[in-house]
């Protein structure tokens, strides 16, 4: 998929700020590595990245975001059990829920509010790269 075309399209025209709320949502998972996915609703899939560390509540801290597949609006709400020998396999908490609004969305930088029960208030999520890997930092923006 071209993420340029995605992203862009979330865009409010003009630029101006949207107060339309779209599913936010982070599963920890209990994976061979325990890893937390945020995943932001766009487009009708939920964008995803993998966060090796707990998501910050405050600002200071950035953490990595490693982008990996989209997965289906449903799976926003799965906890549970992945057996073995199956893709992800461990188990999967909500960590946190709620809505979004984006504040801008460009290809390299994603600015939005964040409405859930643990992480609330403007977060950021930039394109950066890590030993020569596309990643990104999350973290809560100074406001
Ligand atoms: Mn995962």
């Known amino acids: 998929m071209d993420k340029r075309e995605t992203l862009e399209s979330l865009n409010p025209k003009g630029g101006e700020k949207t107060t339309e709320e779209r599913i936010y949502v982070i599963q920890e998972h209990h994976a061979t590595h325990l890893h937390w996915d945020l995943r932001l609703e766009m487009d009708g899939i939920l964008k995803s990245w993998a966060?090796?560390?707990e998501p910050p509540k405050e600002a200071g801290l950035r953490r990595l975001a490693v982008p990996v597949e989209d997965h289906p609006i449903e799976y926003a709400s799965f906890?549970?059990?992945?057996s073995e020998g199956q893709y992800g396999a461990g188990e999967v908490k909500l960590w946190d829920k709620g809505t979004y609004e984006?504040?801008?969305v460009k290809e390299d930088k994603i600015v939005f509010n964040l409405n859930g029960e643990k992480l609330k208030g403007e977060y950021c999520l930039v394109k950066t790269n890590f030993q020569g890997k596309e990643s990104w930092l999350f973290f809560?923006?100074?406001k």
């Open 102 to 104: 984006p504040v801008s």
């Open 140 to 142: 809560k923006t100074k």
């Open 51 to 53: 966060v090796p560390k």
């Open 79 to 82: 906890h549970g059990v992945i």
